[in-house]
């Protein structure tokens, strides 16, 4: 089984940032995919930013210039720095590691964005 456990959130005011941590344990191996998704009350999960075992980074246009993804394959930690923070991206932000159909999910953890 594979566990990711989030860290990192919290409360900020607007312009200010955060850094998420998700620590990976069990049967994972740096071929997964690792991302970063988010759900606001009354909306759909969404992805914010992705990164693929080789590197490659994929960003939400929400988070593009703000938001940087990036993944320790020696620790297996995925990490979530966000800057510039708004309002609109309070949220729980979930981590997520993927490897074909192969899923997993972390259980959030809060950011609030206000002032």
């Known amino acids: 089984q594979v566990q990711l456990v989030e860290s990192g959130g919290g409360l900020v005011q607007p312009g200010g940032s955060l850094s998420l941590s998700c620590a990976a344990s069990g049967n994972i191996y740096s071929t997964y995919a690792m991302g970063w998704y988010r759900q606001a009350p009354g909306k759909e999960r969404e992805l914010v930013a992705a990164?693929?075992?080789?590197?490659?980074?994929n960003y939400a246009d929400s988070a593009k210039g703000r938001f940087t993804i990036s993944r320790d394959n020696a620790k297996n930690t995925v990490y979530l720095q966000m800057n510039s923070l708004k309002p609109e991206d309070t949220a729980v932000y979930y981590c997520?590691?993927?490897?074909?159909?192969?899923?997993?999910w972390g259980q959030g953890t809060q950011v609030t964005v206000s002032s």
């Open positions: 997520n590691a993927k490897y074909s159909v192969i899923i997993y």
């Open positions: 990164i693929s075992s080789g590197g490659v980074t």
